[in-house]
């Protein structure tokens, strides 16, 4: 069983950048891929970004590429989620999840889920 907080969440002006967290409970942290996924008013659940267990390979969704960041340390139990350039497409409730398979898009292969942060992106 693992536990996840996300927090950093908040209101920025397009353009803007935020930093979300996402702290696991537990001591088997570094065995699971974890990826942020992220879901607006009306809309399904969809992938963002993606881990691999040491950090060292990531994923991106193409609406993301090159603006947000994904990185964990595993000596923290956190993943990270850097997010620059903000547009207010990127409004959504952010979801970390830990997962079984690495770099996975899928909402259906990851067992575990934070609460999720909101964040909100005005024009």
């Known amino acids: 069983q693992v536990r996840l907080i996300e927090s950093g969440g908040g209101v920025m002006q397009a353009g803007g950048s935020l930093r979300l967290s996402c702290v696991a409970s537990?001591?088997?942290?570094?065995?699971?891929?974890m990826g942020w996924f992220r879901q607006a008013p009306g809309k399904e659940r969809e992938f963002v970004a993606a881990?691999?267990?040491?950090?060292?390979?990531?994923y991106y969704a193409d609406s993301v590429k090159g603006r947000f960041t994904i990185s964990r340390d595993n000596a923290q139990n956190t993943v990270y989620l850097q997010m620059n350039s903000l547009k207010p497409e990127d409004t959504a409730v952010y979801y970390c999840?830990?997962?079984?398979?690495?770099?996975?898009?899928?909402?259906?292969?990851?067992?575990?889920w934070g609460q999720g942060t909101q964040v909100t992106v005005s024009s």
């Open positions: 999840g830990a997962g079984r398979v690495v770099g996975s898009r899928s909402v259906d292969n990851y067992d575990f």
């Open positions: 537990g001591r088997t942290f570094s065995s699971y891929p």
């Open positions: 881990i691999n267990r040491s950090g060292g390979s990531t």
